[in-house]
């Protein structure tokens, strides 16, 4: 059994519009799986459905999460908060909104502390401590008291990285944790990550719209569109020969290694993302797709597994 199953994950709005429609994966311990998608394609709602901070108005509709035998879906308001950044954590998209500006970063961390393991201050502000030493953060003891504001992107990000492993989480989900770095900054924590991963032994959900992301830390790539999942597989496999359109057409538009404005325009992906309640009929890819056919519009493909990799595309669903 995974440690993490995740089966027909429903999540929509109170009239029954879906946002994420169906999602299904499976995440073993010391995996790394990458959520990839354009945005508006349902990978950080996903990610806030585990986690159960879905934002108002937005519930899960359907489905089962299952962490370690237990149904997150169904589990008590306390004890999901008891679950929460104790066994199973996240990293947010933007620290510095997800911080709280007028509590020192060092206080914060220590908070996670004090809230599930009930240790007392002093006691918290020491593993608070140890924990910006894990995430090497230059000049740890004089970070603890500072603000948010006071502190590089790179050093925020490390913090919610410091607060999200302050209890040794079994799963660990990162929502674009490098978006608003750069490159360089960026390289540092994907390591930082992974050397936290091999040493703790914790699952990993990767958030992110960046290929090159996937390449260097995934194990395995799910591919979302339009809440549905339509690609699954071993990240090498997948990312040599993927099968489904819109995978192919990411890839073509990713930048590359020594291209330059000799080589022309980049590759594009026409048009955008349906909104949830636009979806054209059929496939939801299909008005963008280079390969579509009539009967794309028919009915929505089915997504079919053989041998640990799925696609959801008329192209093979023989």
Not at 110 to 131: F, I, M, P, Q
Not at 247 to 265: C, K, M
């Amino acid at each position: 059994m995974a440690l993490l199953e995740v089966r027909e994950l429903g999540v929509g709005l109170a009239d029954g519009t879906l946002l994420v429609r169906g999602v299904s994966f499976d995440l073993e311990r010391g995996e790394t799986l990458a959520i990839v998608g354009e945005s508006g394609c349902g990978k950080s709602m996903t990610a806030l459905a585990l986690m159960r901070l879905l934002p108002p108005g937005v519930a899960i509709l359907g489905g089962a999460v299952r962490f370690d035998g237990i149904d997150l879906a169904r589990l008590g308001q306390r004890a999901m908060e008891d679950m929460r950044g104790n066994r199973i954590a996240m990293i947010f998209q933007e620290p510095m909104t997800s911080l709280n500006p007028v509590l020192t970063v060092g206080e914060q961390v220590a908070e996670v502390v004090r809230r599930h393991e009930g240790a007392r201050n002093a006691t918290a502000r020491a593993r608070a401590l140890d924990l910006f030493r894990l995430v090497r953060m230059p000049e740890a003891a004089a970070r603890l008291d500072a603000f948010p504001h006071q502190l590089s992107g790179g050093q925020r990000q490390r913090v919610m990285i410091a607060a999200a492993l302050a209890c040794r989480p079994d799963v660990l989900l990162a929502d674009e944790p490098t978006t608003a770095l750069d490159v360089t900054i960026q390289a540092e924590i994907l390591a930082l990550l992974r050397e936290l991963q091999g040493e703790m032994g914790l699952a990993l959900a990767l958030i992110t719209h960046d290929l090159g992301v996937v390449r260097m830390v995934a194990d395995r790539v799910l591919v979302m569109y339009a809440g549905r999942k339509v690609e699954e597989g071993e990240a090498k496999a997948l990312l040599r020969q993927p099968l489904h359109p819109y995978t192919r057409q990411l890839l073509a538009a990713r930048p590359h290694h020594g291209r330059s404005r000799l080589d022309g325009p980049l590759a594009e992906i026409r048009g955008m993302v349906p909104a949830p309640r636009a979806l054209p009929p059929g496939c939801a890819f299909q008005p963008r797709c280079e390969s579509a056919l009539p009967r794309c519009t028919a009915a929505v493909p089915p997504f079919i597994q053989s041998s640990g990799y799925g696609v959801a595309c008329v192209l093979h669903d023989g």
